[in-house]
């Protein structure tokens, strides 16, 4: 049986969808729910040694509000339900390798996730971090898509 269920985050509507899929499950299972959330650094250029600006610095600050935020959604929900309940945020530019790495680090036994965030167009010919993490994740990734 699964017990500790990962759900990654991008405070997307769907997402939102995951949080309770797996909040829910983790309450019927008498289960334990983390909660992650990767917030982008900024997109700076290597060939700028003046890319570390202001700007760069409030970005940052910004994407890993906006990831406290979400992870704030998992936590509530937990709550709300009294699931046990741990929240996490990363900063990566790989958020595929860093929502596997959380699942590894944390010994969880499934992800629960949506099939595609907000990324628009440009994720649809990139592959979405969901395809990549079921790629490459070597625990079970249980996928919450949206219902037509």
Not at 75 to 81: E, G, L, T, V
């Amino acid at each position: 049986m699964f017990k500790t269920i990962l759900v990654p985050t991008d405070g997307s509507t769907l997402a939102e969808e995951a949080i309770h899929a797996a909040v829910e499950f983790a309450k019927e299972s008498d289960g334990y729910v983390v909660g992650l959330s990767v917030a982008e650094p900024y997109p700076f250029s290597p060939l700028s040694e003046s890319a570390m600006t202001e700007e760069c610095v409030h970005y940052e600050d910004e994407m890993l509000a906006r990831a406290r935020q979400n992870v704030q959604k998992v936590a509530d929900a937990a709550k709300a339900m009294k699931v046990p309940c741990e929240t996490v945020v990363e900063q990566s530019f790989s958020p595929y390798e860093m929502i596997i790495d959380t699942a590894r680090n944390m010994s969880c036994d499934v992800i629960f996730m949506a099939s595609h965030g907000r990324k628009g167009l440009s994720e649809l010919l990139l592959g979405s971090e969901t395809q990549k993490v079921l790629a490459h994740s070597t625990i079970p990734v249980l996928v919450i898509r949206q219902n037509m």
